[in-house]
């Protein structure tokens, strides 16, 4: 069964209809990601406003467990964390800033307290596979955290400051300028905890806990013409992390991390024509501390072209052509030495709006990447707005993740013969409305091959081989309601995910995948007083590969509200109370996760 | 109002969930003692505290895992390196707590916890009334320390170049590894040796006095049997057996000629068992030449734990993941005796 088949039997099912489906362009607001709109045509993303990073401050692992779909793996608040997407592991979930994969080119995953949480204009979460646009890692989802520059809106800033639990303080500053040709925008963030919280409960001190960071932001976009924009964005990270200890006399281990991003593009958008030429130049640099001193220092030069044009008013058609190049320095133990790899990467995508309820997008991509072969990735995405209250969508796609350096070359054990871990996997979204409320469920199934697994090899060391196959399927849904009446505005939404995940040698659920997971957020404005509350329900997770209740998390739920007010138009307090079931909770086996904690913010807009 | 009904459907969907997943695990041991049988280490994860012991019988019958927690109501460390045994006493070092835990070899209740001057312990050796712990962090510190086994006070230590790993007591002296197995820069990442070097300690000045063996293949083990130690070497075409004479700090060699990469070697009765990296386990008399040519039993798994007892083989196919699996072979004609699941990372078998 191949592509084209299956997209024939597609099209015969529906009826043709002539309408103009092509989407008209916004040109007050310059998107980095230029891509994100148009999978925004197939494809459910949730969107989270800076508003909504704001309320779980403390680490990116916090906005995704309360806010996401995604299950986050936590060695205790702040320190070493991973996502899973519908039962994935970390590194098959792609992180990307302003379009760009940023997952560590060593570890092949994205250490999510080591990303910068402040300073984004939107926080996109994904489900499902997008390699074909979004590149390697990108099979259980993606998390997109991108920046928008805006045009004619003058002179606005914030300043916010926050006061927590566990000796955590939080500073934030963003200003921003435009006029009808220019728009600057540039935060800063600090932030500290000293994290030595306790759970008596389970006899834990959240010792040798401590962490700080810091990040700046700078985006500036120039219209050099009519319809072309010069723009570029910056993000400079710096954090200090240490790693909790169960005991006073455990080894204490600290990871120091540096990372800068800059991009440039250039871009044209014609109501026929758009390109966007990016250059970028990422830069990981860590150091870790601990019985063993390592670190590493990751170069990427990237170089990106996308091409969008309109056939006609119904057929577009998209060429995005990348080279990348990827040089890697591991320092202390991992060996690896000096290694960069070229990867080349050619992708097509063609869209057919055939009305303005029906269309379809077919995309094939080709990596060209230097020491190994890698597959030819494809994806098939179909939706079909049925009636007023109903729409559905149908997603199928090829995705992989190249080895990392560390797979490829660590010493000893590092296997230069891997071959790319690759997958298949349908979605489907069905999407109902009611009033004021919109269902949205989506069933899917994944199957990844070729995974990639550390194994003993008896002399000593381990090593990695292209051994396991994992099934996953399951099922995503979403309630959301929004209403406004008077001067009250409520907003709700609520996700249940139902993950199997299976590895096909043991045919044993795969650890730290829930089966359940339920979160809901809930939003009450009146007037200049908002609340809200957050709540979220983790079931049964195992945490080893034999399904052991013994070594198994048990069910919990958390909830955390808060309350805020905004006086004279400007200034906001609020205050958070996180936990307040005071649950004793765990991501991780033997890592508890605060109990109640507070905390004071104050905000000024000006 | 609309919004508390749905709000109410929510909290019945949560309750629904919380109803029909049990709660936590519960696990009660049977109170018992543990005279009579063996204890089977299990190092647990690296960076978690989910070190554990178990206990099987003596007829096998019997076994009970996490008993370390189930007798003191705690969690035992990070990586349970080694066990060894002192009096009425069992002293449990724990790697990377940087650690030893001192219980009773009966009751399995704790009766000291050991920190001063650890780091990244290894293995223990006890000498008279002394105890001496091997240090390594492949860093600055490579050292053995000595404690008074009376108060678990610390007393000195003594610094080698290389390498610091088994440690036992032979005829009143305290033998070391100071060698051991390297890895080359590139895939395959050939073994190479660091030198090839045991050194005795003598526990009243701690003066060192190294031996150097002749530079066949690398140093794998060292054990202690009826006053002498014994050293495993291997290399790609032979095995070594060396016999120290720790107070001439001379030795003897058996030559496995044809058994390659012999990775583990114990004693029991008057014979050699050793393994090598395909877990094929031979047998040989202590005093004979003629070396074996058939393996007594191919074990499964990756043999991480091995250790020959009371005419007994026992072998663990340690899982990180997981529970690891236990084979007891017959030592004399190599059949299956029984199999059964362990902690994590299993690693050692201790008659008690």
């Given at each position: 069964m191949d592509i084209k088949r299956f997209s024939a039997l597609l099209f015969v099912s529906f009826n043709f209809s002539l309408c103009f489906g092509q989407e008209k362009s916004i040109d007050t607001v310059y998107i980095f990601d230029n891509q994100m709109n148009k999978v925004k045509l197939f494809h459910k993303v949730t969107t989270l406003a800076p508003a909504d990073i704001q309320k779980n401050s403390s680490n990116l692992s916090e906005v995704l467990r309360f806010q996401s779909p995604v299950y986050i793996k936590e060695n205790?608040?702040?320190a070493v964390s991973s996502p899973s997407f519908?039962?994935?592991?970390?590194?098959?979930t792609a992180f990307t800033w302003n379009g760009i994969n940023i997952n560590?080119?060593?570890?092949?995953?994205?250490?999510v307290n080591n990303i910068?949480?402040?300073?984004?204009d939107q926080m996109e979460i994904k489900s499902g596979g997008g390699s074909v646009i979004?590149?390697?890692?990108?099979i259980g989802g993606s998390i997109h955290l991108n920046n928008d520059l805006s045009f004619n809106k003058g002179f606005s800033g914030t300043f916010n400051s926050e006061i927590a639990s566990f000796g955590t303080f939080n500073n934030f500053l963003k200003a921003s300028f435009s006029n009808d040709k220019f728009s600057f925008k540039v935060s800063g963030n600090y932030l500290i905890s000293?994290?030595?919280?306790?759970?008596p409960e389970e006899n834990y001190i959240n010792r040798n806990g401590k962490y700080h960071n810091t990040t700046y932001n700078v985006g500036i976009s120039y219209?050099?013409?009519?319809n072309q924009t010069i723009s570029w964005q910056s993000q400079f990270y710096d954090a200090t992390q240490n790693y909790p200890i169960f005991t006073e006399n455990g080894n204490k281990s600290r990871y120091e991390a540096q990372t800068l991003r800059s991009l440039i593009s250039w871009d044209i958008n014609k109501s026929k024509l758009s390109n966007s030429l990016k250059a970028a130049y990422t830069e990981d640099n860590f150091q870790y501390f601990g019985t063993y001193n390592s670190g590493g220092i990751n170069k990427n030069y990237i170089l990106k072209n996308d091409f969008n044009y309109f056939?006609?008013?119904k057929w577009n058609v998209n060429i995005i052509g990348e080279f990348q190049q990827n040089q890697g320095e591991g320092v202390g133990t991992?060996?690896?030495?000096n290694v960069n790899r070229n990867v080349g990467s050619v992708a097509g995508l063609l869209r057919y709006f055939t009305t303005l309820n029906l269309r379809f997008e077919a995309g094939i991509k080709k990596d060209f990447v230097e020491g190994f072969s890698s597959p030819v990735l494809y994806s098939f995405s179909g939706k079909w707005q049925a009636t007023n209250w109903y729409n559905f969508n149908l997603n199928f796609s090829k995705n992989y993740r190249f080895p990392s350096f560390n797979d490829l070359?660590?010493?000893?054990?590092?296997?230069?013969?891997l071959k790319p871990e690759n997958s298949i996997q349908a979605d489907m979204n069905h999407e109902f409305k009611a009033g004021d409320f919109k269902l949205t469920i989506s069933p899917y199934y994944i199957r990844i091959n070729d995974m990639i697994r550390w194994l003993d090899t008896g002399l000593g060391y381990w090593s990695p081989f292209n051994t396991n196959k994992v099934e996953s399927y399951g099922l995503e849904s979403q309630l959301t309601y929004e209403k406004q009446f008077n001067q009250h505005f409520i907003k709700l939404n609520a996700g249940y995910i139902y993950t199997k995940s299976t590895?096909?040698?043991?045919?044993k659920q795969l650890t730290y995948v829930p089966l359940h997971k339920v979160f809901g957020n809930a939003d009450y404005q009146y007037k200049f007083l908002k609340v809200y509350a957050q709540g979220m329900f983790n079931g049964l997770t195992y945490t080893?590969?034999?399904?052991?209740r013994k070594y198994a998390l048990y069910p919990y739920f958390v909830l955390n509200a808060g309350v805020s007010a905004t006086l004279l138009k400007k200034y906001i307090v609020g205050i958070k109370v996180n936990n307040i079931t005071d649950t004793v909770y765990k991501?991780?086996?033997y890592y508890p996760l605060p109990k109640r904690n507070y905390s004071i913010t104050a905000s000024i807009n000006f | 109002m609309k919004i508390t009904r749905f709000l109410q459907l929510i909290f019945a969907f949560i309750l629904l969930f919380n109803v029909s997943c049990t709660s936590d695990f519960e696990q009660t041991l049977e109170p018992i003692t543990y005279e009579n049988g063996y204890f089977i280490t299990n190092e647990g994860?690296?960076?978690?505290?989910d070190a554990e012991v178990s206990f099987v019988t003596q007829d096998l019958n019997f076994l009970q895992n996490d008993i370390y927690k189930a007798n003191n109501n705690e969690n035992l460390g990070d990586v349970l390196q080694t066990m060894a045994f002192n009096g009425s006493k069992a002293y449990l070092v724990l790697n990377n707590s940087n650690a030893i835990q001192v219980v009773d070899?009966?009751?399995?209740?704790?009766?000291a916890t050991v920190t001063t001057n650890l780091v990244n312990p290894r293995y223990i050796a006890f000498s008279g009334n002394q105890y001496f712990v091997t240090n390594n962090n492949f860093g600055n510190v490579i050292q053995l320390n000595a404690y008074n086994v009376a108060d678990n006070s610390y007393v000195s230590n003594v610094s080698f170049p290389r390498t610091a790993e088994k440690v036992v007591e032979a005829g009143g002296k305290i033998i070391v590894q100071t060698d051991g197995v390297t890895y080359g820069p590139?895939?395959?990442?050939e073994e190479l040796p660091t030198g090839h070097t045991v050194t005795i300690v003598t526990p009243s000045n701690m003066s060192k006095l190294e031996i150097t063996l002749p530079s066949n293949g690398i140093i794998r083990d060292l054990i202690s049997y009826n006053g002498d130690a014994y050293v495993l070497a291997s290399g790609n075409t032979n095995s070594y057996i060396y016999k120290i004479n720790s107070s001439a700090g001379t030795f003897t060699t058996t030559t496995l000629t044809g058994?390659?990469?012999?990775q583990k070697l114990r004693i029991d009765s008057n014979k050699f068992y050793f393994n090598d990296n395909t877990n094929k386990i031979y047998s040989m008399n202590l005093t004979s030449t003629t070396v074996p040519t058939n393996p007594l039993v191919t074990s499964t798994g990756n043999a991480y734990g091995f250790n020959v007892i009371d005419g007994r083989i026992f072998v663990s196919d340690a899982s990180f993941t997981g529970p690891s699996k236990v084979n007891v072979y017959?030592?004399?004609?190599?059949?299956?005796l029984t199999t059964f699941n362990a902690g994590i990372g299993t690693n050692g078998f201790y008659k008690n």
């Amino acid at each position: 069964m191949d592509i084209k088949r299956f997209s024939a039997l597609l099209f015969v099912s529906f009826n043709f209809s002539l309408c103009f489906g092509q989407e008209k362009s916004i040109d007050t607001v310059y998107i980095f990601d230029n891509q994100m709109n148009k999978v925004k045509l197939f494809h459910k993303v949730t969107t989270l406003a800076p508003a909504d990073i704001q309320k779980n401050s403390s680490n990116l692992s916090e906005v995704l467990r309360f806010q996401s779909p995604v299950y986050i793996k936590e060695n205790g608040r702040g320190a070493v964390s991973s996502p899973s997407f519908r039962g994935t592991t970390a590194q098959q979930t792609a992180f990307t800033w302003n379009g760009i994969n940023i997952n560590s080119q060593f570890l092949g995953q994205g250490d999510v307290n080591n990303i910068a949480l402040f300073g984004y204009d939107q926080m996109e979460i994904k489900s499902g596979g997008g390699s074909v646009i979004y590149g390697s890692g990108a099979i259980g989802g993606s998390i997109h955290l991108n920046n928008d520059l805006s045009f004619n809106k003058g002179f606005s800033g914030t300043f916010n400051s926050e006061i927590a639990s566990f000796g955590t303080f939080n500073n934030f500053l963003k200003a921003s300028f435009s006029n009808d040709k220019f728009s600057f925008k540039v935060s800063g963030n600090y932030l500290i905890s000293q994290n030595d919280y306790e759970v008596p409960e389970e006899n834990y001190i959240n010792r040798n806990g401590k962490y700080h960071n810091t990040t700046y932001n700078v985006g500036i976009s120039y219209k050099i013409a009519k319809n072309q924009t010069i723009s570029w964005q910056s993000q400079f990270y710096d954090a200090t992390q240490n790693y909790p200890i169960f005991t006073e006399n455990g080894n204490k281990s600290r990871y120091e991390a540096q990372t800068l991003r800059s991009l440039i593009s250039w871009d044209i958008n014609k109501s026929k024509l758009s390109n966007s030429l990016k250059a970028a130049y990422t830069e990981d640099n860590f150091q870790y501390f601990g019985t063993y001193n390592s670190g590493g220092i990751n170069k990427n030069y990237i170089l990106k072209n996308d091409f969008n044009y309109f056939i006609s008013p119904k057929w577009n058609v998209n060429i995005i052509g990348e080279f990348q190049q990827n040089q890697g320095e591991g320092v202390g133990t991992s060996g690896i030495g000096n290694v960069n790899r070229n990867v080349g990467s050619v992708a097509g995508l063609l869209r057919y709006f055939t009305t303005l309820n029906l269309r379809f997008e077919a995309g094939i991509k080709k990596d060209f990447v230097e020491g190994f072969s890698s597959p030819v990735l494809y994806s098939f995405s179909g939706k079909w707005q049925a009636t007023n209250w109903y729409n559905f969508n149908l997603n199928f796609s090829k995705n992989y993740r190249f080895p990392s350096f560390n797979d490829l070359y660590w010493q000893p054990g590092g296997n230069p013969d891997l071959k790319p871990e690759n997958s298949i996997q349908a979605d489907m979204n069905h999407e109902f409305k009611a009033g004021d409320f919109k269902l949205t469920i989506s069933p899917y199934y994944i199957r990844i091959n070729d995974m990639i697994r550390w194994l003993d090899t008896g002399l000593g060391y381990w090593s990695p081989f292209n051994t396991n196959k994992v099934e996953s399927y399951g099922l995503e849904s979403q309630l959301t309601y929004e209403k406004q009446f008077n001067q009250h505005f409520i907003k709700l939404n609520a996700g249940y995910i139902y993950t199997k995940s299976t590895d096909l040698e043991t045919q044993k659920q795969l650890t730290y995948v829930p089966l359940h997971k339920v979160f809901g957020n809930a939003d009450y404005q009146y007037k200049f007083l908002k609340v809200y509350a957050q709540g979220m329900f983790n079931g049964l997770t195992y945490t080893t590969s034999d399904e052991s209740r013994k070594y198994a998390l048990y069910p919990y739920f958390v909830l955390n509200a808060g309350v805020s007010a905004t006086l004279l138009k400007k200034y906001i307090v609020g205050i958070k109370v996180n936990n307040i079931t005071d649950t004793v909770y765990k991501t991780v086996a033997y890592y508890p996760l605060p109990k109640r904690n507070y905390s004071i913010t104050a905000s000024i807009n000006f | 109002m609309k919004i508390t009904r749905f709000l109410q459907l929510i909290f019945a969907f949560i309750l629904l969930f919380n109803v029909s997943c049990t709660s936590d695990f519960e696990q009660t041991l049977e109170p018992i003692t543990y005279e009579n049988g063996y204890f089977i280490t299990n190092e647990g994860s690296f960076n978690k505290p989910d070190a554990e012991v178990s206990f099987v019988t003596q007829d096998l019958n019997f076994l009970q895992n996490d008993i370390y927690k189930a007798n003191n109501n705690e969690n035992l460390g990070d990586v349970l390196q080694t066990m060894a045994f002192n009096g009425s006493k069992a002293y449990l070092v724990l790697n990377n707590s940087n650690a030893i835990q001192v219980v009773d070899r009966v009751t399995f209740k704790k009766q000291a916890t050991v920190t001063t001057n650890l780091v990244n312990p290894r293995y223990i050796a006890f000498s008279g009334n002394q105890y001496f712990v091997t240090n390594n962090n492949f860093g600055n510190v490579i050292q053995l320390n000595a404690y008074n086994v009376a108060d678990n006070s610390y007393v000195s230590n003594v610094s080698f170049p290389r390498t610091a790993e088994k440690v036992v007591e032979a005829g009143g002296k305290i033998i070391v590894q100071t060698d051991g197995v390297t890895y080359g820069p590139a895939p395959n990442f050939e073994e190479l040796p660091t030198g090839h070097t045991v050194t005795i300690v003598t526990p009243s000045n701690m003066s060192k006095l190294e031996i150097t063996l002749p530079s066949n293949g690398i140093i794998r083990d060292l054990i202690s049997y009826n006053g002498d130690a014994y050293v495993l070497a291997s290399g790609n075409t032979n095995s070594y057996i060396y016999k120290i004479n720790s107070s001439a700090g001379t030795f003897t060699t058996t030559t496995l000629t044809g058994i390659t990469k012999a990775q583990k070697l114990r004693i029991d009765s008057n014979k050699f068992y050793f393994n090598d990296n395909t877990n094929k386990i031979y047998s040989m008399n202590l005093t004979s030449t003629t070396v074996p040519t058939n393996p007594l039993v191919t074990s499964t798994g990756n043999a991480y734990g091995f250790n020959v007892i009371d005419g007994r083989i026992f072998v663990s196919d340690a899982s990180f993941t997981g529970p690891s699996k236990v084979n007891v072979y017959n030592a004399s004609n190599g059949l299956l005796l029984t199999t059964f699941n362990a902690g994590i990372g299993t690693n050692g078998f201790y008659k008690n």
